[in-house]
């Protein structure tokens, strides 16, 4: 069977949780949505925060919404060099064990004490159209790129 799954990279980002952002961005704030992203019910915020590490620090670092129960930080594993926190490579929400880092918005700063990952490589797809293609449980799908006609 064969099936096309768009491909996409997704640069640095930030969940957050409501107790988290309020921090950030004031008591009762709620992010402004900007954009809808390709998995569902997830979107783009117009807020920023600033990221900070031990060695370095990122500004400017997009939010995704909605809220979440834990706030974290995926990135890139040259981010994570840069920043000077370990790499750690986890599925989005699997964060214990995970270093923290230091997030700055414009009502103050927080430190989070984990939540800073690198991505493990995945797919986002409806579970309809993962229930069609029979990827629910597979461990590590084959995959083959091939170049769009469109």
Known sequence: M?????IE????????????????F???SKPHFIKELSQPGQYLCRERV???GPKGTFENMALLGPFRSDTQVEMSL???RKLGIPSVIRQSGDIEGTPGC???GPCGDIEIPKGGIVAKRHIHMTPNASAESATTSLPCIS??????SS
């Open 2 to 6: 064969s099936i096309k799954i768009p």
């Open 9 to 24: 990279t997704s640069a640095r980002h930030l969940h957050i949780s409501q107790e988290d952002f309020e921090k950030l």
């Open 26 to 28: 004031g008591e009762g």
């Open 50 to 52: 600033t990221v900070k």
């Open 78 to 80: 040259t981010d994570t």
């Open 102 to 104: 230091i997030l700055s």
């Open 143 to 148: 995959k083959t790129m091939t170049k769009s």
